[in-house]
């Protein structure tokens, strides 16, 4: 076969191969993928230089193309071992195979013109290095798949074995005049493995640095699922997981007939630890909550945090009389030892049974308001939901809406904040007409209005609002309507839905539907600004 023929496909080869793998690490921009792709570059050059042999210079021809041949093999352990995060990506001993190379080809070139001593010497030191790309492969602190640690291993044992047969090729009487482009079948031989073996050094490249790729993604879509699944304060199970994981129980107990209960609990007064000591113990107690509640349940058991300092207990194989036992002994333990820097901290609970004919929903609604019933009863007790039981007639329920939002995360907050407390009123408004629990409610959610409107009126003077006295003054007629209204229920001379629907259709929802919404183009641009400096 005509040699001149199979050194200019090798280097058409090698270039091909050496643009592939420039894109990969100008696309990628990996340190070893810019080390493959420097290598496969030279490799190009040291072909180019092959051909030149007879009509270039010694220095180019031979020196040169040895050289950067050599290097070619290097820079795949080079490049291997870099990924492999092995210490000394380029250690010592790769300069000593240069040095070596060159005491070999100078005085074999200048001195007695031996192409055998070359070529014996360069397979030698191609099966060295080649040698050290197989320890790498076996040092590598990454994981690689039994397949293309396989490869890897198949495609360096086969190098060297073309090698170790070119030796034996190269040192046959028959080919003791022979040179590189001589046509005999030590050159035709070795341009053809070569070629073979540049392709698969490329393909094991790319398959190495895909698979790598599929394994961060793997282990990224594990990060991203547990971030969708984990409370990352509590790291609990979240909201979002109970939906789909009380579907499921609630399959497998129609299925066996067996008894499923659910139990919500809320940390009674956490407003006043966030407000006295700050955030910072809030979420400690909140870690402290979920760790007492974690060492209380059993193992078929799940704790999903609901929501700010709702926590909710998913009970397979228990039933009303079970849950209200474990439910007891929950509160117990978080009432037992006092809590850093607060002290004692309690929590009120609801239990429900799901019935088989009853709807997820339906179930969420008797444990809410079993809940409810707990707090409104004095708080720091369990409460269950019986057979007997019936939800309000009209239990409805104010919905946040995304048009309602300012842009400023704490007028948000405390909005919603506001919601959640009219929500709650509103149902026992429905359910109970012990005056008495009611007055405290109202006034719950009273000084949560004037704590409100303060943080609202700081804001509004931060974000230069133009209406922001006069916004001050319309907080300051809606107290003062609301504290007469409040006395004139303590005095009997109104009743509870009067200064219910005071409270929450006009201060709360009123308030925010008519003169809150004038603020938001300034606060949502104060939200941008703030996004973009950062």
């Given at each position: ?10 280097m058409?080869?090698?270039g ?6 420039v ?10 993928l ?5 290598g ?10 092959f051909?030149?042999q ?8 031979v ?11 290097l820079s795949?352990?080079?490049?291997l ?9 380029w ?5 000593v ?9 100078l ?23 080649t040698?050290?790309f ?8 990454r994981?690689?798949s039994t ?20 030796i ?17 079948v ?43 699944t ?5 790291g ?11 579907l ?9 007939s067996q ?26 107690v ?25 926590f ?15 439910a ?8 037992a030892?006092?809590f ?8 009120s ?11 997820r ?10 809940l ?45 904040r506001l ?9 026992h408004?429905l ?14 959610l009273?000084?949560d209005?004037?704590?409100?409107f303060a ?25 003062t ?12 001379e109104?009743?509870a ?14 308030h ?17 600004a703030?996004?973009?400096r950062?």
């Amino acid at each position: 076969m005509d040699t001149k023929t199979l050194t200019f496909t090798m280097m058409l080869v090698a270039g091909a191969l050496a643009l592939v793998t420039v894109i990969l690490a100008l696309y990628r921009r990996e340190k070893h993928l810019t080390i493959y792709a420097a290598g496969f570059v030279t490799a190009m050059f040291s072909f180019l230089l092959f051909m030149g042999q007879g009509t270039l210079s010694s220095w180019l021809s031979v020196i040169a193309a040895n050289l950067l041949l050599l290097f070619f093999y290097l820079s795949l352990a080079w490049g291997l071992r870099t990924w492999a995060e092995i210490p000394r990506t380029w250690p010592g001993r790769f300069n000593v195979y240069i040095l070596v190379w060159l005491g070999v080809l100078l005085p074999a070139t200048y001195l007695w013109d031996s192409y055998l001593a070359r070529a014996t010497v360069s397979s030698v030191l191609i099966v060295v290095v080649t040698g050290e790309f197989l320890f790498a492969v076996s040092r590598t602190k990454r994981e690689v798949s039994t397949v293309i640690h396989r490869a890897a291993w198949l495609i360096g044992l086969g190098l060297i074995a073309c090698h170790v047969i070119r030796i034996g090729l190269l040192w046959l009487p028959q080919n003791a005049e022979a040179s590189l482009l001589s046509n005999n079948v030590v050159s035709s031989f070795t341009f053809i493995f070569t070629i073979f073996f540049s392709i698969l050094w490329t393909g094991l490249i790319l398959i190495t640095d895909a698979a790598s790729l599929v394994k961060e993604l793997s282990l990224k879509n594990e990060v991203l699922e547990a971030l969708a699944t984990t409370d990352k304060l509590t790291g609990l199970s979240n909201r979002h997981l109970l939906e789909t994981t009380i579907l499921s129980e609630m399959d497998r107990s129609l299925r066996y007939s067996q008894p499923l209960s659910l139990v919500m609990l809320d940390l009674d007064h956490f407003k006043r630890v966030n407000d006295t000591w700050g955030h910072e113990t809030g979420d400690l107690v909140l870690k402290t909550t979920a760790s007492r509640i974690l060492s209380s349940i059993r193992g078929p058991d799940s704790v999903f945090r609901w929501g700010g300092e709702e926590f909710v207990i998913l009970l397979p194989h228990t039933n009303l009389e079970g849950g209200c036992i474990l439910a007891e002994k929950i509160r117990q333990t978080i009432e037992a030892e006092p809590f850093p820097t607060v002290g004692p901290v309690t929590a009120s609970f609801g239990v429900a049974e799901w019935k088989p004919q009853e709807s997820r929903e339906h179930w969420f609604k008797q444990v809410d308001q079993a809940l409810y019933r707990a707090k409104n009863g004095g708080r720091n007790q369990v409460v269950r939901w019986n057979s007997e039981d019936t939800l309000p007639i009209a239990l409805v329920k104010l919905e946040w809406r995304t048009e309602w939002e300012s842009g400023n995360t704490g007028i948000d907050n405390q909005h919603r904040r506001l919601l959640e407390i009219a929500n709650g009123l509103l149902d026992h408004s429905l359910t109970s007409q012990n005056k008495a629990v009611l007055t405290g409610l109202f006034q719950e959610l009273l000084d949560d209005v004037l704590q409100h409107f303060a943080e609202e009126e700081r804001v509004l003077q931060t974000v230069k609002y133009p209406e922001a006295e006069h916004h001050a003054e319309l907080h300051r007629q809606l107290v003062t309507e609301a504290v007469v209204l409040r006395d004139q229920f303590l005095k009997g001379e109104t009743d509870a839905t009067s200064f219910f629907n005071y409270l929450v259709g006009k201060v709360v929802i009123g308030h925010l539907l008519t003169a809150d919404v004038k603020f938001f183009p300034y606060t949502r641009a104060d939200s941008r600004a703030s996004t973009s400096r950062s």
